[in-house]
Every structure is written in C-alpha cells, then in structure tokens.
C-alpha cells in the first residue's frame, strides 16, 4: 500500500511538472497568463528604467538644442544679418520639430514662442519683398591665400 501511495506521489509530481510545461505553452483559460513575459519584466526592469532615464534625457537635450538653434537665428535676424531662403527653411523646420517635441512630451516653452513669432515675420517679409540672400548671383570675389 505504501509504496502504491509512493508510486502515486511521483505520478503527481510528473503531472504537475508536465501541467505546468503546458501552462506555459498553453492557454488553458481566457485569462492570459504569461509566466515567461513576467519574468523577462521582473529582470529587465533596471534595464527599462535606464531606458527612461537616457529617453528624459535625450529629450532635453534635443529641446535645447532647438531652443539654441531658434535663439541664435531671431539674434542674427534681430541684429540684421541676411539669410538666404533655404536658411529660413532650415530654421522654419527646426521650429515645426521644436514645436511636435514640446507638445509630444508636454515641456515648457516659454523662451522661444516670441522668437519664433519673430522668424515667421521676417521670414513672410523676406518673401513679400524678395529680399533673401541670392548666392547664384552674389558677385565672387577672389579668396585671399
């Protein structure tokens, strides 16, 4: 009897492992269990909390330096330093990629919706006017060497 009862203690711990072998591979109930994704979140999650780390920080740094680009481009405006079309373009772009950014991740954008504002009004002047710089017909001049 005893070893009848042993002999069906070793049956259930065959079973049980095999139930558990299929529990993973298996859905057995509407109700996703997913014993292998739990386990890669619990040892990956240093991992993606680095993740966020260097993604708040890389957001930052991309915000300053559009900020930079913007601040820099309304000073040589502001200072009267002409600008060809394409540089205009260029900062234009810039503000439109400065603009998704501070909205996609709700940052502060106190510096630069005046500097901005200014650009787009020299820009639209530029263009009422025809006064950007034209290279193709700037006069060369010789390079000193």
Known sequence: MIEALKGLGNLGIGAGFIALLLGIFVEWIPVKI???????????KHIEDKVDVIQTELTAHMAEEYRTRILKFQNECIRRRRHTKEEFDNVLSVCRKYEALIKKYDLENGECVMAM??????????????????????????LDV
């Not at 997913?34 to 990956?44: D, E, K, S, T």
């Not at 650009?119 to 006017?129: A, F, G, P, S, T």
């Open 34 to 44: 997913n014993p292998i994704g739990w386990l890669g979140r619990r040892f990956n």
């Open 117 to 142: 504002a200014y650009i787009r009004r020299v820009y639209e002047h530029c263009l009422d006017d025809h006064d950007f710089v034209n290279l193709d017909n700037a006069p060369l001049t010789p």
